[in-house]
């Protein structure tokens, strides 16, 4: 558990195929912000890039999973230390996999765009209404929280902002999620993980023979 997201999810479970998962996560705010929470699925776990904020991964079949019930559940921190709690429950297509939740910050936040200034074609989130109508401007309805691609500049005194971007927008912390399905053999060997032990210990003993040949040649 991290210090700005956490869960009660209990990790690894068993879960079937279709099954659904439910819980709640924690979050706290470092600072006043916009945040939001992002499910992926993943086959195996993320391996940094070395000299790099970029991560090597396993999708599923068919791609990271995205769960849009709570993809983009919205975060509005006034303060850093701001705490909120949100319920989740996931329907899993595939099981053996990993869950990764992240809590991210939309990257700039406090460009609040009022109505007026919209640019056609850019989607914004709605954070007030005031006296604009949205549905003039793209929207399928005045509701703070929800996205709208304008289609106008927009009259009146309410407010939008920027959209998440999953894959610019900074991720604050994150928890993982072990999901299997069905639940491991008591004393018996798991040929995947034996597998990828093998192939980890050839990949050391090959890296440590160029290094002493490298060594012997100089």
């Known amino acids: 558990m991290g210090e700005y997201l956490s869960t009660d999810i209990a990790s690894p ?8 998962l ?6 706290k705010a470092p600072t006043a912000g916009f945040f939001y929470l992002l499910v992926e699925q993943y ?23 995205i769960n849009s019930t709570v993809n ?3 975060l509005t921190a006034l303060v850093a230390g701001e705490e909120d709690a949100i319920p989740a429950v996931l329907t899993l297509p595939n099981t053996d996999c990993l869950l990764y939740v992240s ?3 939309i990257a700039g936040w406090l460009a609040i765009i009022p109505a007026g200034a919209f640019v056609v074609g850019t989607t914004y989130k709605i954070l ?23 289609t106008g500049v927009g009259a009146g005194t309410g407010t939008a902002c920027a959209t998440p971007d999953p894959d610019t927008d900074d991720t604050i912390d994150y928890v993982v ?12 060997i798991n040929m995947g993980e034996l ?24």
């Open 195 to 218: 597998m990828n032990l093998m192939i980890t210990m050839m990949i050391v003993v090959m890296m440590m023979k160029m290094m002493m040949s490298t060594m012997q040649s100089v």
């Open 22 to 27: 439910t819980g709640n996560f924690a979050t």
């Open 177 to 188: 999620i072990t999901l299997t399905s069905a639940a491991p053999a008591v004393g018996g």
């Open 43 to 65: 086959t195996s776990a993320l391996v940094l890039i070395p000299g790099s904020r970029a991560f090597l991964y396993q999708p599923v079949v068919g791609g990271p999973f």
């Open 128 to 150: 007030t209404i005031g006296t604009t109508d949205f549905t003039l401007v793209g929207a399928v309805s005045n509701t703070v929280g929800i996205d709208f691609v304008a």
């Open 72 to 74: 983009y559940a919205m």
């Open 103 to 105: 809590l991210k910050e």
């Open 13 to 20: 479970q068993v879960v079937a195929v279709g099954g659904q």
